[in-house]
T-cell receptor
């Protein structure tokens, strides 16, 4: 099983829609998570950090389900500018480096 | 504002050439990383460094080496470039949380390397 698994998508949604995607992780010891956003041909940038059961930042909500070992990202009222690839990253406290998921591509259409 | 810069945005090299990719960060971060990113494979860690002159192999170190002589600079070296090393190379840095734990990573703009 891969350490981090994400549906590659693409998720095609109209502007204003609510969209959610999941990320499953294999290391049950992971305590914290990051969601990164990567625009086409650009570098990844931190979107949000999740240190407990979840986090909310404006239109973005991340929720952690430890029992089932997945973390979700919910985007409400999608904007065209939300079109990007979203990378899930669990923080493994036993390792110095991060393991990035391969990402879920979101395309918001007018 | 954290800034991570990479020496080139685009690079074209020939098979067998020695290639140097340079990365500089200006936030006094302890940790620095080199990744390659390929379609469908995501970001894969090549090497990382948690201190000057310290380095650790990532998941795919074969064919690569690194150098960290100064805290702000982390170099990736392809000793003899091959066509399967054509990829996007991304450098990142992060502060340390102590106990060697890494935290939020800040990425450079990437170098798209083509090996002919």
């Amino acid at each position: 099983r891969k350490e981090v698994e994400q549906d590659p998508g693409p998720f095609n949604v109209p502007e204003g829609a609510t969209v959610a995607f999941n990320c499953t992780y294999s290391n049950s010891a992971s305590q914290s998570f990051f969601w990164y956003r990567q625009d086409c041909r650009k570098e990844p940038k931190l979107l949000m950090s999740v240190y407990s059961s979840g986090n909310e930042d404006g239109r973005f909500t991340a929720q952690l389900n430890r029992a089932s070992q997945y973390i979700s990202l919910l985007i409400r009222d999608s904007k065209l500018s939300d079109s990007a690839t979203y990378l899930c990253v669990p923080l493994d406290t036993g390792r110095r480096a991060l393991t990035f998921g391969s990402g879920t591509r979101l395309q918001v259409q007018p | 504002d954290v800034k991570v810069t990479q020496s080139s945005r685009y690079l074209v090299k020939r098979t067998g050439e020695k290639v140097f990719l340079e990365c500089v960060q200006d936030m006094d971060h302890e940790n620095m990383f080199w990744y390659r990113q390929d379609p469908g494979l995501g970001l894969r860690l090549i090497y990382f460094s948690y201190d000057v002159k310290m380095k650790e192999k990532g998941d795919i170190p074969e064919g690569y080496s690194v150098s960290r002589e100064k805290k702000e600079r982390f170099s990736l070296i392809l000793e003899s470039a091959s066509t399967n090393q054509t990829s996007m190379y991304l450098c990142a840095s992060s502060p340390s949380l102590g106990q060697g734990l890494t935290h939020t990573q800040y990425f450079g703009p990437g170098t798209r390397l083509t090996v002919l």
